[in-house]
T-cell receptor, first 115, second 109 residues
């Protein structure tokens, strides 16, 4: 089975804290994506990566950064968490040219609450 | 701008048929995806359409009309386990996905 594992299902952080969300996949997929999911909105792309050390901004990159040091691992970093970053964060992997989206496999999500 | 519209919520009866519509306006079109997401779980892939017409996969079918910017997901012989959100996503000219907000489907016995 394709597995995309997100390190934390639930996190509670305080405003201003640095937050790391980690995602690991075992399918050797080139592309990895970070989305956030909020009620009443479609999934919004934060960042994606199509190769090690490569990253591209998505639609809402402000306040976030990413790291991809190894092919199987893609980390999302909130340098200074704010309350408006309270959300469900979904990691996904897939194939496709230079980060283009074919069928995606998602992790179970990380629900972040910033107080 | 880019826009994907789906009904927010639908209710149907176990054993019945339900059709979930999705209309889209995007910059380019390179395929339309349907995903299922049970509460608290990851979205999982259901279907993909890139040409006009109907794609059937067991109890689920998906239809596409590119000229109308319209798709639907048809679920037959509904089961309680089909209670979930159904997400429509269009792949645009940059090969990135634009997502609808999802349709929450409630199945009643």
């Amino acid at each position: 089975d394709v597995k995309v594992t997100q390190s934390s299902r639930y996190l509670v952080k305080r405003t201003g804290e640095k937050v790391f969300l980690e995602c690991v996949q075992d399918m050797d997929h080139e592309n990895m994506f970070w989305y956030r999911q909020d009620p009443g909105l479609g999934l919004r792309l934060i960042y994606f990566s199509y190769d090690v050390k490569m990253k591209e901004k998505g639609d809402i990159p402000e306040g976030y950064s990413v790291s991809r040091e190894k092919k199987e691992r893609f980390s999302l970093i909130l340098e200074s968490a704010s309350t408006n970053q309270t959300s469900m964060y979904l990691c996904a992997t897939g194939t496709g040219p230079l980060g283009g989206a074919n069928v995606l496999t998602f992790g179970a999500g990380s629900r972040l609450t910033v107080l | 701008g880019q826009n994907i519209d789906q009904p927010t919520e639908m209710t149907a009866t176990e054993g019945a048929i339900v059709q979930i519509n999705c209309t889209y306006q995007t910059s380019g079109f390179n395929g339309l995806f349907w995903y299922q997401q049970h509460a608290g779980e990851a979205p999982t892939f259901l279907s993909y359409n890139v040409l006009d017409g109907l794609e059937e996969k067991g109890r689920f079918s998906s239809f596409l009309s590119r000229s109308k910017g319209y798709s639907y997901l048809l679920l037959k012989e509904l089961q309680m386990k089909d209670s979930a959100s159904y997400l429509c996503a269009v792949r645009d000219s940059n090969y990135q996905l634009i997502w609808g907000a999802g349709t929450k489907l409630i199945i009643k016995p």
